[in-house]
């Protein structure tokens, strides 16, 4: 069994920074593409950012140059520093990792509060 556990989630006041960590758990051969995805109250999921095994990231625009994902494949761990953070930025954040051969696996996420 495979599991994503993140961490590194709390609160924040407008313009600081956090940071998430997203460790991958059990029978693993290796990750594919990671990321993060985020849902707010009343929202839709949407994605925040990914990152190949190769290292190519992509980013939403709402957090481009201030956001970034990295991983570890010999932790099997994900990150995302996020920097600069605005109220807007407030929800649930899910890691994300495409593992052979169970596919696209989730974790529980992570609260994000950005509040003055």
């Known amino acids: 069994q495979v599991q994503l556990v993140e961490s590194g989630g709390g609160l924040v006041q407008p313009g600081g920074s956090l940071s998430l960590s997203c460790a991958a758990s059990g029978n693993i051969f290796r990750l594919n593409t990671v990321g993060w995805y985020r849902q707010a109250p009343g929202k839709q999921r949407e994605l925040v950012a990914t990152m190949t095994r190769g290292a190519r990231s992509n980013y939403a625009d709402s957090v481009k140059g201030r956001f970034t994902i990295s991983r570890d494949n010999t932790k099997d761990t994900v990150y995302l520093q996020m920097n600069v953070l605005k109220p807007e930025d407030t929800a649930v954040y899910y890691c994300?990792?495409?593992?052979?051969?169970?596919?696209?696996?989730w974790g529980q996420g992570t609260q994000v509060t950005v509040s003055s």
């Open positions: 994300y990792a495409e593992i052979p051969p169970m596919g696209d696996c």
